[in-house]
């Protein structure tokens, strides 16, 4: 395989030979799913015996089902507490972190990162804990400073942005350490120019920091949102989809209609209309807000 | 931010932040606290912050009942599957992209790209057929192929070599060597930072998926930890001294490698991270 030959031609091949084994990976566990999902979605799939053709019967059945439509709205309040959240925390400890200015800097952001390297299943039965109407500290301890606590995790209004506020525990500590590459590839000089031109703290932020930032965190809002829109695991450990169906979100409902109920050309329609929503919104977004170049 | 500020103003600052910090992982030091403490304690409606005694009978019992370190020897085979083929196939793939000039090589990337909006979990359903048909399901390949083909990685390496200077590799061309060579004695050893932070992302990213993984592995035998500590939540009575002696030690070698290796994760996940 060591081509002396130069000419491209050589090279395409070279090249494309190289790129088989990703791109034969990517084929069959990232794109033919996709086809395959709307194929199974069009058929009342049984996984041993025939499966009968019904067109879009499961999309219809779907859009008549008010579990459906309750996952959905589910999933758009979910993600509309994380999202900001996630974000918000995210950038907020990247800038508190910037302007420390302590040598011992490294162990608290080192405190804000641990959460995330917790796997799912922790993360969803500690909190679980902690929410416990009897046993839990966080109701006790609200208690104790003279409050009566919601109960966090049996009550409809407030499971989803409870979960939310778990993730963004769990989670923000990733985008805090991407945000504080971003922020440290800001050149200090920009700062202390505005700084002799007096501007404060305030200013500089949204004259310097944000506009800079904006990019990567446009950018990282379109892959929280993406994660955020297909999250299962804090909801399947800490509520199962409850009290009632009050924090059933799509991918859980999804979940459920195949390994549940067996369903699974069903279960195949709800996740090709995740895929749809959740790619339609990023690729748009990604092209609204010109944030090709993020891309390389 | 002026150096020059009181003791008054240091003092605080410092109480600050070192309150933030401990205000974060509470929840964690919590979890080690009830792991260790009498049953009576744990289910008690008052926080002991203090147990009156320390006891280990959780953990023993954990031992007993689940196969616990079944699933951490699981876990380390998948994420470690997933890792190695990660990068024997990101490399020639990014190679290709980065280094090689064949038409077409960048629109080529920017579609593999677009498979970062498309959560593989959310295709779990046809994945499990598929998976199954290639006879894999339960077995580690079926979370570790996948996760092998994540479009950050390629990504993280691509844009690496792409900066490599091409000095070194004009040379050894003109000495002769091949495509394998240039890879092998050039673009691999200089690009060593991101070989680290790309296993570290996707060790972490392997070691702790769950949505895949409850779909693929749904035999006992090959659950990983995530999916086994499930197995303490299906429960009718909720344990919480069992869960969380369970949760402690599965966190446990996650602290004792983020202890030792800080930096490296932290670097590793910031270099990933840019993108996604």
Same mark, same amino acid.
């Given at each position: 395989?060591?081509?002396?030959?130069?000419?491209?031609?050589?090279?395409?091949?070279?090249?494309?030979?190289?790129?088989?084994?990703?791109?034969?990976l990517?084929?069959l566990f990232?794109?033919?799913p996709?086809?395959?999902?709307?194929?199974?979605?069009?058929?009342?799939?049984?996984?041993?015996?025939?499966?009968?053709?019904?067109?879009?019967?499961?999309?219809?059945?779907?859009?008549?089902?008010?579990?459906?439509?309750?996952?959905?709205?589910?999933?758009?309040?979910?993600?509309?507490?994380?999202?900001?959240?996630?974000?918000?925390?995210?950038?907020?400890?990247?800038?508190?972190?910037?302007?420390?200015?302590?040598?011992?800097?490294?162990?608290?952001?080192?405190?804000?990162?641990?959460?995330?390297?917790?796997?799912?299943?922790?993360?969803?039965?500690?909190?679980?804990?902690?929410?416990?109407?009897? @046993?839990?500290?966080?109701?006790?301890?609200?208690?104790?400073?003279?409050?009566?606590?919601?109960?966090?995790?049996?009550?409809?209004?407030?499971?989803?942005?409870?979960?939310?506020?778990?993730?963004?525990?769990?989670?923000?500590?990733?985008?805090?350490?991407?945000?504080?590459?971003?922020?440290?590839?800001?050149?200090?000089?920009?700062?202390?120019?505005?700084?002799?031109?007096?501007?404060?703290?305030?200013?500089?932020?949204?004259?310097?920091?944000?506009?800079?930032?904006?990019?990567?965190?446009?950018?990282?809002?379109?892959?929280?949102?993406?994660?955020?829109?297909?999250?299962?695991?804090?909801?399947?450990?800490?509520?199962?989809?409850?009290?009632?169906?009050?924090?059933?979100?799509?991918?859980?409902?999804?979940?459920?209609?195949?390994?549940?109920?067996?369903?699974?050309?069903?279960?195949?329609?709800?996740?090709?209309?995740?895929?749809?929503?959740?790619? @339609?919104?990023?690729?748009?977004? @990604?092209?609204?807000?010109?944030?090709?170049?993020?891309?390389? | 931010?002026?150096?020059?500020?009181?003791?008054?103003?240091?003092?605080?600052?410092?109480?600050?932040?070192?309150?933030?910090?401990?205000?974060? #992982?509470?929840?964690? =030091?919590?979890?080690? #606290?009830?792991?260790?403490?009498?049953?009576?304690?744990?289910?008690?409606?008052?926080?002991?912050?203090?147990?009156?005694?320390?006891?280990?009978?959780?953990?023993?019992?954990? *031992?007993?009942?689940?196969?616990?370190?079944?699933?951490?020897?699981?876990?380390?085979?998948v994420?470690?599957l997933a890792?190695?083929i990660?990068?024997?196939?990101?490399?020639?793939?990014?190679?290709?992209?980065?280094?090689?000039?064949?038409?077409?090589?960048?629109?080529?990337?920017?579609?593999?790209?677009?498979?970062?909006?498309?959560?593989?979990?959310?295709?779990?359903?046809?994945l499990f057929f598929i998976v199954k048909d290639l006879g894999l399901l339960n077995t580690f390949w079926a979370v570790a192929l996948p996760l092998s083909?994540?479009?950050?990685?390629?990504?993280?390496?691509?844009?690496?070599?792409?900066?490599?200077?091409?000095?070194?590799?004009?040379?050894?061309?003109?000495?002769?060597?091949?495509?394998?060579? #240039?890879?092998?004695?050039? =673009? =691999?050893?200089?690009?060593?930072?991101?070989?680290?932070? *790309?296993?570290?992302? =996707?060790?972490?990213?392997?070691?702790?998926?769950?949505?895949w993984s409850?779909v693929a592995l749904q035999r006992?035998?090959v659950?990983?930890?995530?999916?086994?500590?499930?197995?303490?939540?299906?429960?009718?009575?909720?344990?919480?001294?069992?869960?969380?002696?369970?949760?402690?030690?599965?966190?446990?070698?996650?602290?004792?490698?983020? *202890?030792?290796?800080?930096?490296?994760?932290?670097?590793?996940?910031?270099?990933?991270?840019?993108?996604?």
């Amino acid at each position: 395989m060591t081509s002396k030959n130069e000419n491209t031609k050589a090279d395409t091949i070279i090249g494309l030979l190289f790129l088989l084994p990703y791109l034969i990976l990517w084929l069959l566990f990232a794109i033919a799913p996709v086809g395959y999902g709307f194929y199974i979605s069009l058929h009342k799939w049984n996984p041993i015996g025939q499966s009968p053709f019904v067109g879009f019967d499961n999309y219809t059945q779907l859009f008549s089902n008010d579990r459906f439509w309750n996952a959905l709205e589910n999933t758009f309040i979910y993600a509309a507490w994380a999202i900001p959240l996630i974000l918000a925390l995210g950038l907020a400890f990247a800038l508190l972190l910037k302007s420390a200015k302590m040598s011992t800097v490294a162990i608290i952001e080192g405190a804000l990162f641990f959460p995330y390297l917790l796997n799912v299943s922790v993360v969803g039965i500690l909190w679980a804990f902690l929410l416990d109407p009897n @046993v839990g500290i966080l109701p006790y301890y609200i208690r104790a400073i003279g409050f009566s606590p919601p109960d966090f995790l049996n009550s409809p209004a407030y499971v989803l942005p409870t979960i939310a506020f778990v993730s963004a525990w769990w989670l923000c500590g990733y985008r805090m350490i991407v945000f504080r590459a971003g922020l440290n590839a800001i050149p200090d000089e920009l700062y202390e120019s505005s700084a002799l031109d007096g501007a404060g703290p305030i200013r500089q932020f949204f004259s310097i920091t944000l506009p800079l930032m904006k990019p990567s965190i446009l950018f990282a809002a379109i892959l929280t949102l993406v994660a955020g829109l297909c999250t299962l695991g804090q909801v399947l450990i800490m509520t199962n989809g409850g009290p009632g169906t009050s924090s059933e979100v799509l991918a859980l409902f999804m979940y459920r209609t195949a390994f549940e109920s067996f369903n699974f050309g069903q279960a195949a329609a709800i996740g090709f209309m995740l895929f749809a929503i959740v790619f @339609v919104i990023s690729i748009a977004l @990604v092209k609204f807000l010109g944030l090709k170049s993020e891309l390389g | 931010m002026s150096t020059a500020s009181g003791p008054i103003k240091s003092i605080l600052k410092y109480t600050f932040y070192y309150g933030l910090a401990l205000i974060w #992982i509470i929840p964690i =030091i919590w979890m080690a #606290i009830t792991a260790v403490k009498p049953t009576p304690e744990v289910m008690s409606f008052t926080p002991n912050w203090l147990p009156s005694a320390i006891t280990f009978e959780h953990f023993r019992d954990l *031992l007993d009942k689940r196969p616990f370190f079944l699933w951490l020897a699981n876990s380390f085979q998948v994420s470690l599957l997933a890792t190695v083929i990660t990068i024997v196939v990101t490399t020639f793939a990014a190679y290709s992209l980065a280094r090689m000039k064949w038409r077409g090589r960048n629109v080529v990337f920017a579609i593999l790209l677009s498979a970062m909006f498309i959560p593989w979990e959310i295709n779990s359903i046809p994945l499990f057929f598929i998976v199954k048909d290639l006879g894999l399901l339960n077995t580690f390949w079926a979370v570790a192929l996948p996760l092998s083909a994540l479009p950050v990685s390629l990504f993280l390496l691509r844009q690496f070599f792409i900066n490599i200077p091409t000095e070194l590799e004009d040379a050894a061309r003109i000495d002769g060597c091949g495509h394998l060579r #240039i890879l092998w004695h050039i =673009i =691999i050893p200089v690009s060593l930072p991101a070989y680290g932070a *790309l296993a570290i992302f =996707i060790f972490v990213f392997s070691w702790n998926e769950f949505f895949w993984s409850l779909v693929a592995l749904q035999r006992s035998g090959v659950r990983t930890m995530p999916i086994g500590l499930k197995t303490l939540v299906a429960a009718s009575d909720i344990q919480y001294d069992l869960m969380m002696a369970g949760s402690f030690m599965a966190t446990l070698p996650a602290l004792i490698i983020f *202890l030792v290796l800080r930096r490296h994760v932290i670097s590793g996940i910031s270099m990933a991270g840019v993108q996604r």
